[in-house]
T-cell receptor, first 117, second 114 residues
Framework: GAVVSQHPSWVICKSGTSVKIECRSLDFQATTMFWYRQFPKQSLMLMATSNEGSKATYEQGVEKDKFLINHASLTLSTLTVTSAHPEDSSFYIC?????????????FGPGTRLTVL | AQSVTQLDSHVSVSEGTPVLLRCNYSSSYSPSLFWYVQHPNKGLQLLLKYTSAATLVKGINGFEAEFKKSETSFHLTKPSAHMSDAAEYFCVVSEGTGGFKTIFGAGTRLFVKA
């Protein structure tokens, strides 16, 4: 089946530093990738949608200068949390949509736990 | 506009008894519907999906769901709960083509008692 990986699985950083999270589709080409944020005991909140080779589309209320998304290839998208602060601590999950098949199903990565001290 | 309502934030069952997790949706178009499971500090795993084929959908681990258009429901069931089923469950609706939108329900936490 379709597999999506994320790296790192967890990261701890100091306030003010930037953190990059990678999302890779391992066995399929992902025309679209999605980035979600999940607070404890809450549902997933879509942050942005990225299509390969174009700028990401951010959801209302998500700071595009704070959360930089790059989708440089059909198998890799990155999320960079710039100048991270403790309130950015969260569980970040990416998903990828294949360019084949029915098309609406998303395949999710295992998530990245970010803790900002 | 599309929306998803998971009617119960928590459901508690005894091991070996049936599970029912309720989901209602609203959609302007023919939607695709999904159920995902999330174990603590893990990503989401697809349990099953409805994409306009059979209305009764069978998924992994003994779960199934029935799409009822007249009731705009997509409830998730399992005949006999197992301890390993304890997790968070999300009902998800997706509609449109190309630039489709995906909306997550708030989630239902399933507790399974021994």
């Amino acid at each position: 089946g379709a597999v999506v990986s994320q790296h790192p699985s967890w990261v701890i950083c100091k306030s003010g530093t930037s953190v990059k999270i990678e999302c890779r589709s391992l066995d399929f080409q992902a025309t679209t990738m999605f980035w979600y944020r999940q607070f404890p005991k809450q549902s997933l909140m879509l942050m942005a949608t990225s299509n390969e080779g174009s700028k990401a589309t951010y959801e209302q209320g998500v700071e595009k200068d704070k959360f930089l998304i790059n989708h440089a290839s059909l198998t890799l998208s990155t999320l960079t949390v710039t100048s991270a602060h403790p309130e950015d601590s969260s569980f970040y999950i990416c998903s990828a949509r294949s360019n084949l098949g029915e098309g609406r199903e998303q395949f999710f990565g295992p998530g990245t736990r970010l803790t900002v001290l | 506009a599309q929306s998803v309502t998971q009617l119960d934030s928590h459901v508690s069952v005894s091991e070996g008894t049936p599970v029912l997790l309720r989901c209602n949706y609203s959609s302007s178009y023919s939607p695709s519907l999904f159920w995902y499971v999330q174990h603590p500090n893990k990503g989401l795993q697809l349990l099953l999906k409805y994409t306009s084929a059979a209305t009764l959908v069978k998924g992994i681990n003994g779960f199934e769901a029935e799409f009822k258009k007249s009731e705009t429901s997509f409830h998730l069931t399992k005949p006999s709960a197992h301890m390993s089923d304890a997790a968070e469950y999300f009902c998800v609706v997706s509609e449109g083509t190309g630039g489709f939108k995906t909306i997550f329900g708030a989630g239902t936490r399933l507790f399974v008692k021994a």
